[in-house]
């Protein structure tokens, strides 16, 4: 889930009358806040190229997760315990402080929740609908700055809702006979929870890494009674995979992230991101055989056109603004 803020490095809370911009969604940790005053002048492209590596590494996680016959709670919280530990050696190394304040716990709470529902929608629905029905968190963030906030809605704004809900629907209109429903809903869930995540971002005092590694606390211990259970097999293939995704599926690809968004344009970033959606269900479908039927591929189709559309749209909004 790559979503990248188009905020400023540290925004206040966010003001009436301007809807704030979205991209889309698990994974980036979206406008992670500026350079770090050790970071080292970044290369010409390296920044892009970092971005691409996160998405394509974040995109191994629906193959990975159908991979690993675990409960789902069980590798969320193997995943958070080894992610997290990346997550600090990376802010260590970078002498980034760990913060603690009301806007990073909340953010935090809203990541660890993501990332469980998340992982319990692959487990139970394909993996292109857990993953492309978090691509509708900018319809959430749309409607929760409306109600909460009394930001109104551009005609932009309106038309992405518009758009991204019909290719929801068509998602769900293919799982109401395939069993899937209960995943499905759970997915959307975790769109709602991912925008949650966006708009704790907005709040003064609010620090990316620190709400990611905090998400990663809360997955471990929600999660663990699950990962001591007897009922989980620690078998070889099995340990391989779960390593693969708390190490390299998540937590390597959060590092390339926040490395990439240091010199990366947010719409850049943000476009960049939008490979992970479509490898996603590729991998899915190459090692684990699993096929998506005809209407949630024409919402995928929808979803992934509306968030690109989104991006491009809001960005030029913004220029014209200037």
């Known amino acids: 889930m790559s979503f990248v803020n188009q905020s400023p490095a540290q925004p206040s809370a966010p003001q009436p009358g301007?809807?704030?911009?979205?991209?889309?969604?698990?994974?980036?940790?979206?406008?992670?806040?500026?350079?770090?005053a050790s970071c080292p002048r970044a290369l010409p492209g390296r920044g892009a190229l970092c971005v691409l590596a996160a998405a394509l590494l974040f995109s191994l996680g629906g193959m990975l997760v159908k991979l690993v016959p675990w409960h789902p709670m069980a590798i969320g919280a193997a995943r958070s315990v080894l992610a997290g530990a990346i997550l600090l050696s990376y802010m260590k190394l970078r002498r980034h402080r760990l913060v603690v304040n009301r806007a990073v716990l909340l953010g935090g709470f809203a990541m660890g929740a993501t990332s469980t529902l998340y992982v319990l929608a692959t487990k139970m629905t394909t993996?292109?609908?857990?993953?492309?029905?978090?691509?509708?968190?900018?319809?959430?963030?749309?409607?929760?700055?409306?109600?909460?906030?009394?930001?109104?809605p551009t005609k932009i704004d309106l038309a992405a809702t518009a758009v991204l809900l019909c290719g929801a629907v068509l998602f769900f209109l293919d799982s109401l006979g395939g069993g899937a429903l209960v995943g499905n809903i759970l997915a959307v869930l975790s769109g709602v929870t991912w925008a949650g995540v966006f708009m704790m971002k907005q709040w003064e005092g609010?620090?990316?890494?620190?709400?990611?590694?905090?998400?990663?606390?809360f997955?471990?211990?929600?999660?663990?009674?699950?990962?001591?259970?007897?009922?989980?097999?620690?078998?070889?293939?099995?340990?391989?995979?779960v390593l693969a995704i708390g190490f390299v599926q998540f937590g390597a690809a959060?590092?390339?992230?926040?490395?990439?968004?240091?010199s990366t344009p947010p719409l850049t970033a943000s476009l960049l991101s939008m490979i992970e959606p479509i490898?996603?269900?590729?991998?899915?479908?190459?090692?684990?055989?699993?096929?998506?039927?005809?209407?949630?591929?024409?919402?995928?189709?929808?979803?992934?056109?509306?968030a690109i559309g989104?991006?491009?749209?809001?960005?030029?909004?913004?220029?014209?603004?200037k």
């Not at 997955?219 to 995979?241: D, E, R």
């Not at 590729?282 to 056109?305: C, K, N, T, Y």
């Not at 491009?312 to 909004?317: F, I, N, S, T, W």
Request: with cysteine; glycine share 10%; hydrophobic share 55%.
């Open 206 to 217: 609010s620090d990316n890494l620190s709400s990611v590694f905090f998400g990663c606390v």
């Open 279 to 306: 490898l996603n269900p590729i991998w899915v479908a190459l090692i684990v055989h699993e096929r998506i039927g005809p209407l949630s591929l024409v919402g995928a189709v929808i979803v992934i056109v509306g």
């Open 254 to 262: 959060y590092v390339f992230m926040a490395e990439g968004l240091v």
């Open 127 to 152: 993996a292109a609908d857990a993953i492309l029905l978090q691509y509708t968190a900018p319809v959430w963030i749309i409607l929760l700055m409306a109600v909460l906030f009394r930001v109104r």
């Open 310 to 321: 989104y991006n491009l749209l809001k960005a030029r909004e913004g220029q014209g603004a």
């Open 219 to 241: 997955g471990a211990v929600v999660g663990m009674p699950w990962l001591l259970s007897p009922a989980v097999t620690w078998s070889g293939p099995a340990v391989l995979g």
């Open 18 to 36: 301007k809807m704030q911009s979205a991209a889309q969604p698990e994974h980036a940790p979206a406008g992670l806040p500026g350079e770090p």
